[in-house]
């Protein structure tokens, strides 16, 4: 178990490193943008279609690794005075909850992703690109993300900042 959870996150730490050097490249492509508009020179037309999708890509390869290091938003005020027991199930549920809609997610993005795939239509926008590059991360990032949560539900770690060890011993 320890060796899957170790190599579940060198995977969302290598997204997340591809994740930043996507931002990097985005800057460099948006300022060229505007640096060439600027002296009168044509940019290149695929600017705006690769920095939307770029944005969709980073959005998907860093949210494994932000449910891993707890960085989504929470709001634990109502949660943290209800009693030891009734957080811990609470959090299950929520735990659970997460996992299932993030593994409907992948199931329907991967089906969209076959779908566009078989179909090989064109995303016409600055540049054609293949329509399944849309769809490409999400299958995979989705899945990994369901795969975090499983992380909560079984206990390995909590994604709320209150101790559950108290429970442990209790329980």
Excluded: N
């Excluded at 600017?47 to 690794?65: D, G, I, K, W």
């Excluded at 891993?68 to 299950?92: D, N, Q």
């Excluded at 899945?143 to 108290?166: H, K, M, T, W």
């Amino acid at each position: 178990m320890l060796a899957l959870d170790k190599a579940l996150e060198q995977v969302t730490t290598a997204l997340a490193y591809f994740a930043c050097a996507i931002v990097a490249c985005v800057f460099v492509m948006i300022v060229t943008d505007v640096s060439m508009r600027s002296m009168g020179i044509s940019p290149p037309p695929f600017t705006l279609s690769v920095v939307e999708y770029s944005l969709l890509y980073f959005a998907m390869c860093c949210a494994p690794y932000l449910v891993r290091h707890k960085g989504h938003v929470t709001i634990e005020a109502l949660v943290s005075v209800l009693p030891v027991v009734i957080r811990v199930i609470l959090a299950k549920i929520v735990y659970f909850a997460c996992v299932c809609v993030a593994l409907l997610f992948a199931y329907y993005s991967l089906e969209l992703f076959l779908e566009a795939w078989e179909s090989q239509e064109p995303d016409v926008r600055g540049i054609d690109m293949p329509y399944w590059t849309l769809f490409l991360p999400m299958p995979l990032c989705f899945l990994l993300v369901a795969l975090e949560f499983v992380r909560y539900l079984i206990g390995i770690d909590s994604y709320y900042s209150y101790d559950l060890g108290e429970v442990k011993d209790s329980v």
